[in-house]
């Protein structure tokens, strides 16, 4: 991109926040220069560092800036999203089955193993929910939660004490990383014995395409497949606690004296028409937009793995197409109680 045009753009944007743009950054060809500059940063990642230093009549001077396009996510990389599907979804892996009967009703490359991003946090989930230890125990947050593989940001800043159920619920419901880690942190052995104990779970349900590094995804070395996620919502479905506490749609919490509150990140959980008993949802540039959720429909509970989505709505649109696709077209299920009742007797 042309220098001139983005240091014009910038020194316009500038400007304007700063209430002071001279009569110079508002002509034709730098308001032009700003447009473009919208579009290209719609189609790339933008990191900007400016150095600034005001006067009373606008700004003296705007530095360092540069375009950089999107990381592909794994699943790009190799191809995946090349794969054709009749419901012409946007992730590059999808999964679809019955939970009660294990009848697969849709799948695209679900062989595929890849990052997992915060979809992890529901393993976590299980690993704490299977320690027993007390959910009102307070757990602290410490600098060895900061994030510093992705430098993600967290409202819970360091010294934020909560109780593990509180903590369980922010990284269920919110995807709080430092939540997750503390919780990892806090277990018996801490995060080593912890990590162990996810990767021995994970061997013991037959997950054998699923690794773990860390308690919250934020690695890209979190790894797995649709089939083994599905594997893995089945489990965490049998736990009451991680139903209510992934399905919460907000949360309120003391954070440093003051209420903070927390929102779900799946905007499917508010709407009418879904009845879903467990989500959870995760991104990293490495994974794409993932979701699994267990939703009950057309008589059926169902589990489905989205992994690997291109765009920031676009793993909710795909559940939507499954959803109205199951409603339309799959067979409703009939209970196995009523179809013995109905069968003629010779």
């Not at 619920?169 to 014995?193: C, I, K, V, W």
């Not at 927390?262 to 993932?290: H, M």
């Not at 589990?303 to 696709?325: C, H, N, P, Q, T």
């Not at 009939?334 to 003629?344: D, F, G, N």
């Amino acid at each position: 991109m042309n220098s001139k045009l983005l240091r014009a753009a910038l020194a316009l944007a500038v400007a304007t926040a700063c209430g002071a743009a001279s009569a110079a950054a508002e002509t034709p060809a730098t308001r032009a220069s700003a447009a473009r500059l919208s579009k290209i940063a719609a189609h790339a990642k933008v990191r900007q560092a400016l150095v600034l230093r005001t006067a009373r009549h606008g700004v003296r001077h705007v530095a360092a800036a540069r375009v950089e396009p999107a990381k592909p996510s794994f699943g790009q990389m190799i191809g995946l999203h090349q794969s054709a599907d009749s419901l012409e979804l946007k992730s590059g892996v999808a999964l679809v089955l019955d939970q009660d009967t294990n009848e697969v009703l849709f799948s695209k490359n679900p062989q595929a193993v890849l990052p997992i991003a915060s979809l992890t946090k529901l393993m976590t989930a299980v690993i704490v929910t299977e320690a027993n230890q007390p959910l009102d125990e307070p757990i602290t947050i410490t600098d060895d939660d900061i994030d510093t593989e992705k430098g993600s940001h967290s409202r819970l800043r360091v010294g934020t004490t909560l109780r593990r159920e509180d903590m369980l619920h922010l990284a269920l419901m919110s995807s709080e990383n430092r939540a997750a880690n503390a919780l990892g942190r806090n277990y018996p052995g801490g995060l080593p014995a912890f990590v162990a104990a996810m990767n021995a779970k994970a061997r013991a349900l037959g997950m054998t395409e699923t690794h773990y590094v860390e308690p919250t995804g934020l690695s890209s070395r979190n790894q797995s497949s649709a089939r083994d996620l599905a594997t893995l919502v089945k489990t965490a479905h049998e736990v009451p606690l991680i139903r209510e506490l992934s399905t919460s749609p907000e949360y309120m919490v003391e954070v440093g004296n003051r209420p903070v509150q927390f929102r779900t990140t799946n905007a499917l959980v508010r709407s009418p028409e879904w009845d879903i008993g467990l989500q959870k949802t995760g991104y990293i540039s490495e994974a794409g937009r993932c979701l699994v959720m267990q939703a009950k429909m057309a008589g059926r509970h169902l589990i489905m793995v989205f992994l690997d989505s291109a765009g920031k709505y676009s793993r909710i649109g795909d559940a939507e197409r499954v959803r109205r696709w199951i409603t339309a077209s799959v067979p409703v299920a009939v209970p196995a109680a009523l179809e013995t009742a109905h069968k003629p007797t010779l």
